[in-house]
């Protein structure tokens, strides 16, 4: 089963991300992602384990925070940079 979900990504860490959406997801469940890094002209791609939910009356806003275990170096990397930008 197989399905695209439009979330706001927000950027953890090189090591994960925090996906802002309605759909929750229950921790322990894996998840194929692919999201665009603003700089990069192909998407980041890979699997991730959901680690913590944060329901709707959760500041900032509800959503699942997704460990990427297996990224690439390079993924990280931009990731890492981009966060530091961002934040």
Request: proline letters at 8%.
């Amino acid at each position: 089963f197989q399905r695209q979900l439009d979330a706001i990504l927000q950027l953890l860490c090189g090591e994960g991300v925090f996906l802002q959406t309605d759909l929750l997801f229950p921790v322990g469940e894996w998840l194929d992602l692919e999201f665009v890094v603003p700089g990069r002209r192909r998407p980041v791609r890979g699997k991730g384990r959901v680690v913590r939910v944060a329901a709707t009356y959760d500041p900032p806003a509800p959503g699942v925070a997704v460990h990427l275990p297996a990224l690439s170096r390079t993924d990280r990397s931009d990731l890492r940079r981009y966060g530091a930008k961002a934040g």
